[in-house]
């Protein structure tokens, strides 16, 4: 199912939880709400799944109006963060739940739910804890049977909240990949949140990045990574090597002198200077946009991670270069940016 | 061989004992604290309790049922079961709906009812009591229209349901709030996202997860509803066969030293208490089982 949010707007009190957000989810898609807490994103969640109202805007399921419609009535399947799985239910009628409460006329025989229930348990690959209760799992498992209680309705879409949020880093590595897999098996709409980096470029199709209620950039997670569209995007993704410039007609300057950049049509004024660590390239000082005192070498493998004091000013940047550069404490060098992105610096900051 | 196995022992239990010795305190001690607090429990709880029985069957089994059942004392087991029974059922629904609004919702004013909640444990009984003899009485608030109209609340038995309400309204809200606020809401969003009504999601999922709590409050309420004196003394009026609950008519009783009549409708009220100790301890242990 397709999903249109048009200039949905939420307030909490003063603050703006969401501000004019747009965006269209295509069907069978696999969206992440990538940003940092307090950036609206599972607000916007909560708002698609009916667990909340916007004060403005439209969210259309299909082109249809989906606010008219109460969370009961939108067909969505919506896994918890904390999983919020029934207590004193077995993992089975936690799955079969969603079945059981339909309204009579709609409600199937009982051997035809628990051939669904067998089928989604086996789905999550669960069918041998099915007598089980919730408090006897693990949280890997948990959130697998919140996955198949949401499937069992089966939704137009499906929204998670952070699901492996509450999960150590190895299970989540594990579950996010086969969430992957699974998604690519039922092919069903499905959206979810996370303050995870690499989780969001991982799995999803494609990466929504928020920052304080807006939608920064809509992105494959080869496009947020590689040509973010604001400096927040730059800084949120990935590591950043960010110096302070200026911006005069066209030219960027840096500690009064003129650097050899293309001020990407940054306005004159303030800017930053956001470059990958690894696309920094240390070169002979006499022809470099920078030069810097090499303060410390270290890091094991291929890369050897760099620290470098500027000449100019006093940051300091951290940058990747290739085992047996030959680079050494000390030692002045020069350093030139491969590829770079310059954003106008905000006043406050 | 044969000598060393005893040697090893011996040793092992000198260990144990040094260990002992070092994780507790002084055997003198530890005698006399749990003797000071056995000598508690019997003189303020098991004497009392004796004294009760034996003074009630003091004259034998036959003239204590005959105590038991006078026209008066079955007309105050009628009323207290009768006020009981409406008061518990009362306060279960507020409490219920009390606690459920204070903690699946955000609304102005919330911890001014947390506390008001509270305040009938804080205030004395009596002015439980006074309250309505001032609101309802002849001189009262609403006195004269209810006599205008013929409507008897004061003396009757509304007065001494809604005294036993007002006094008893705390035990079931205050053991839910604390266990909905831990639970929180998100139990309730995944039913209703699965397509449960209100009335499932309440009946599945939220009734399910308070039952045990519930019943606690319910259990604590009848115990305080059935014994409650101060406030249903002020408002009762103390009409013998009428509106005089067990405890008012154990008093009268006493002050007309009718000393083995009374204590008879006294050992009823300690029998309660001890059922509904035994009924919460039993609770408290199919809790714990059912948690684990």
Not at chain 1, 57 to 62: R, Y
Not at chain 2, 6 to 21: D, E, G, M, S
Not at chain 2, 263 to 273: D, I, N
Request: charged residues 20%; aromatic residues 8%; glycine residues 8%.
């Amino acid at each position: 199912m397709k999903i249109d949010i048009l200039n949905v707007t939420k307030q909490f009190g003063t603050f703006a939880a969401l501000a004019d957000v747009n965006l269209e989810v295509k069907s069978g898609e696999l969206i992440a709400l990538l940003g940092p807490s307090g950036s609206g994103k599972t607000t916007l969640l909560r708002i698609i799944a009916g667990l909340d109202w916007p004060d403005d805007g439209h969210v259309l399921f299909d082109g249809v109006d989906a606010l008219d419609r109460h969370i009961g009535e939108r067909n969505v399947g919506f896994v918890f963060q904390h999983y919020a799985l029934f207590r004193h239910l077995s993992v089975f009628e936690n799955v079969a739940f969603g079945l059981r409460v339909r309204p009579r006329a709609a409600r199937l025989p009982e051997a035809e739910i628990k051939a669904r229930v067998t089928k989604l348990l086996d789905l999550v690959q669960l069918g041998w804890l099915a007598e089980r209760y919730p408090n006897q799992l693990s949280g890997g498992q948990r959130q697998r049977v919140a996955l198949a209680r949401a499937l069992a309705i089966e939704p137009r879409v499906l929204l998670l909240d952070e699901p492996f949020g509450a999960l150590d880093a190895k299970v989540r590595k594990e579950l996010r990949r086969w969430l992957r897999s699974l998604h690519d098996e039922i092919h069903v709409t499905s959206l979810f949140v996370t303050h995870d980096q690499e989780e969001a470029l991982e799995v999803a199709d494609r990466v929504v990045v928020m920052d304080k209620g807006r939608i920064e950039q809509i992105g494959t997670p080869q496009e947020v990574y590689e040509t973010p569209a604001t400096a927040f995007v730059h800084e949120f993704i990935g590591e950043s090597i960010i110096v302070p410039v200026a911006v005069t007609d066209g030219n960027v300057l840096f500690g009064g002198s003129r650097l050899k950049l293309d001020p990407q049509g940054a306005p004159s004024g303030n800017a930053n200077l956001f470059v990958r660590p690894y696309e920094m390239a240390v070169v002979p000082a006499a022809d470099a946009a920078f030069t810097g005192t090499v303060r410390r070498v270290h890091g094991l493998g291929p890369a050897r991670r760099v620290e470098i004091a500027l000449t100019e000013s006093e940051a300091v940047v951290e940058i990747d270069t290739p085992r047996g550069g030959g680079v050494e404490a000390g030692q002045t060098v020069g350093l030139a940016p491969r590829r770079y992105r310059i954003f106008p610096r905000p006043v406050s900051a | 061989m044969a000598g060393a196995a005893p040697t090893l022992a011996a040793r092992k239990a000198a260990v144990i004992a040094a260990r002992q010795a070092v994780r507790s305190e002084p055997k003198v001690v530890r005698f006399v604290i749990i003797g000071i607090a056995l000598l508690f429990l019997a003189v303020f709880l098991v004497l009392p309790l004796i004294t009760v029985f034996s003074q009630a069957l003091v004259r034998g089994i036959g003239p204590y049922f005959d105590a038991l059942t006078t026209a008066d004392t079955l007309a105050a087991i009628e009323l207290t079961l009768t006020v009981a029974v409406i008061s518990v059922v009362l306060n279960t629904l507020f409490g219920l709906v009390a606690a459920w609004a204070i903690t699946k919702f955000e609304f102005p004013g919330k911890s001014l009812l947390i506390t008001l909640i509270d305040l009938p444990f804080s205030v004395s009984p009596v002015i439980c009591g006074l309250v309505f003899v001032l609101l309802f009485g002849s001189q009262g608030f609403l006195g004269p229209w209810l006599q205008a109209h013929d409507i008897k609340i004061l003396f009757a038995l509304p007065a001494i349901v809604l005294a036993t309400v007002l006094v008893t309204f705390p035990f079931v809200a205050r053991e839910l709030i604390p266990l909905m606020q831990e639970q929180g809401t998100q139990e309730e969003e995944a039913a209703i996202s699965l397509g449960a009504s209100g009335l499932q999601t309440f009946f599945r999922v939220t009734l399910p997860n308070i039952k045990w709590a519930l019943l606690y409050g319910v259990l604590l309420c009848n115990a305080r509803a059935m014994g409650e004196f101060g406030a249903v003394s002020v408002v009762s009026g103390h009409i013998r066969g009428e509106t005089n609950t067990m405890p008012l008519h154990i008093e009268i009783l006493y002050n007309e030293y009718q000393f083995m009549a009374s204590f008879a409708v006294a050992s009823l009220l300690a029998l309660l208490a001890l059922v509904t100790l035994i009924a919460k301890v039993t609770l408290e242990h199919l809790v714990q089982e059912t948690s684990r």
